[in-house]
């Protein structure tokens, strides 16, 4: 009998927060910040979701120290942590310190922190593709625009993944994604959280707007 398809999640959570001005991982939305939000919702939407990695950068001793104690909170054996030093904040490379601790993971589910609200139904829409087809980007798609988190197969994660990626193709994962030679599946939600990178102090404003609208969907 085959092993069953194994898939781990990757947490961006390096980024300078240069035009928010705050640290987002930690930002207060509902009754949590963004960082507990996306282990929340994964641990009440896809508790077969094993490891969870989170990435920051080497030093911040906020977020380790939040991560332990969420780690603390939420019996979570499988939550890992990965640094990386303070060089640019591109979204690969901070994946790429990530990678070794996916296990066996045949991929993960990458979500940026910066995306802190994800309705649980797309999660489990993502993730079913994905487990269908681990071998396929796999995207959520809002009104014609695709949004987080989105499923990325290992080989794409690893080292040298972007070695054949063409010279005009976008910076960074998006050129990575672009050039995989297996075309990418898009499943269709009804989730505007999912489109919102939360970037600015307006952005913030925008998403805690819609949680009011919303009800409680964290």
Sequence with gaps: M???THIGALIPAAGRSRRM???KPLLPLGDSDFVGCILGTLRRHAPGVAPV?????EGDRALA???EALGE????ANVGVATIDDGPGDMLR???AGVG???DAVGALVWPVDVPVVLGATVAKVLGAAFGRPDRVVMPLTGGRTGHPTYVPRTLLEPGADAGVAADAPPGLRGVLASANKPRIEVVVEDRFSLLNVNTPEDYDLIQGWLLQDGPTL
């Design 53 to 57: 990695v989170v990435i920051h950068r």
């Design 65 to 67: 120290a939040r991560l």
């Design 73 to 76: 909170a939420l019996g979570e």
């Design 94 to 96: 901070s994946l790429r």
């Design 21 to 23: 001005g705050r640290a």
């Design 101 to 103: 601790l996916l296990g």
């Design 2 to 4: 085959a092993e069953p």
